[in-house]
């Protein structure tokens, strides 16, 4: 018999051979594989079961749960939930065959995140697409006399036009005040530039509905003769002007431009902290490189680096694209879409909440839906372009 060395390897020393971490721990690990499968689904189920017995809850009998303990138990309930889950998802793949295990690990844990999205994000986008067919409270279907009712509208038209003025405006605004200040702010001495920066990153921090109030206060009229609350008319009627009701000033679309103006306020500080990190990683030597060819600093910004800080641009651009495709609050809370400054998502609220017309709101959100799509296909695929050239 041969002689079993202190360097043999693990499976001759070990009399029962080699073990499987499984089989070191105790607890629910030592059962039989098939028990500890019955186990993992009962529990699972039971799981999802109770969470759901405990929002229930929540909602017939309000009177037992304030609503501070409603949110605590929520909480608690998510976070233990969630750590059962994973840990019972693992219990069940471990007892299946090593060779099936395996290869569904990493689907398995994943598969909590995709049925949250899918609960959360997917089954409201097909219930929408299905009530869009059907009439005001959602009972029968109408075929396609919503898309009708919404197409032959001239407000839906109107709103189509302001949402595509947004996004040729703010976008592009956004890009070209970002890179500007991100440029400028660069160039000065290390406090002085944080100091900067952070004043207008600062408004990011505000709500849409509170910069719409601070606005509103800026924007505000009050007839000839009283006294002016509104800045912007302060400084007309200090040089002697007449006060505008600016939100009111439809030509040229003027009161839909002021709108715009306050998203383009709020989003410049998010457009300038992505840009200025991408102008810092231009490569200095490419800098030198154009100097020393005799290019101007215009000529090295705009040949040197704009080239290698377009993805940005483009990442920027498109982020904002998808936010002004959806904007909501400024609008609601400034005119409430009144003198032609309606837009589609305010279309939608006024639709659904006001009229209660659940089918055309969802034909209006469906036709917001399409829209949107090519929007995130592209951001997508320069996304993995980018990724791919790293």
């Given at each position: ?73 929520a909480v608690v309930l998510g976070v233990l939930g969630a750590a ?71 407000n839906f038209w109107s709103a189509m036009i302001n949402n595509l ?225 790293r």
């Open positions: 018999m041969a002689e079993v060395t202190a360097d043999a390897p693990e499976e001759q020393r070990s009399p029962a051979g080699p073990q499987s971490p499984s089989e070191h721990t105790g607890g629910l690990r030592r059962l039989p594989k098939v028990a500890r499968l019955v186990i993992s689904v009962l529990a699972i189920w039971a799981l999802i079961a109770g969470i759901g017995t405990m929002f229930q809850a929540f909602a017939y009998y309000p009177q037992y749960f304030p609503k501070l303990l409603q949110g605590v138990l059962a889950v994973f840990y019972f998802i693992n219990l069940f793949v471990e007892s299946l065959p090593d060779r099936v295990s395996g290869r569904i690990l990493p689907y398995a844990f994943l598969l909590p995140g995709v049925g949250l999205i899918g609960l959360m994000l997917l089954y409201p986008t097909v219930q929408t697409i299905n009530y869009s067919f059907a009439n005001a409270d959602s009972t029968a279907y109408v075929g396609l006399e919503n898309y009708a009712t919404i197409f032959g509208n001239p003025l947004w996004l040729l405006i703010v976008p592009a605004a956004v890009v070209f005040f970002g890179t500007l200040v991100a440029v400028l702010a660069d160039r000065l001495p290390g406090s002085a530039e944080n100091v900067t920066k952070s004043l207008i990153f600062l408004p990011m921090a505000i709500s849409f509905v509170g910069a719409a109030t601070i606005w509103g206060a800026i924007y505000a009229y009050e007839p000839s003769g009283q006294a002016q609350t509104g800045i912007l008319n302060a400084i007309v009627t200090g040089f002697g002007g007449e006060p505008v009701s600016w939100l009111s000033q439809t030509q040229l679309r003027l009161n839909n431009l002021l709108l715009m103006v306050i998203l383009i306020w709020l989003q410049v500080g998010f457009g300038m902290v992505l840009l200025s990190s991408a102008i810092k990683g231009v490569p200095e030597d490419t800098l030198e490189a154009g100097r020393i060819d005799g290019a101007n600093e215009f000529q090295i910004f705009t040949r040197i680096v704009i080239p290698q800080i377009r993805g940005t641009m483009v990442t920027v651009f498109v982020t904002l694209v998808i936010l002004v495709l959806k904007v909501f609050d400024i609008v609601y809370v400034m005119t409430n879409g009144r003198d032609n400054t309606d837009v589609i998502a305010n279309l939608f609220f006024r639709e659904i909440f006001a009229n209660s017309q659940s089918g055309v709101a969802s034909a209006i959100v469906v036709v917001l839906l399409i829209a949107v799509t090519p929007v995130l296909i592209y951001q997508v695929r320069t996304f993995r372009k980018e990724e791919a050239m």
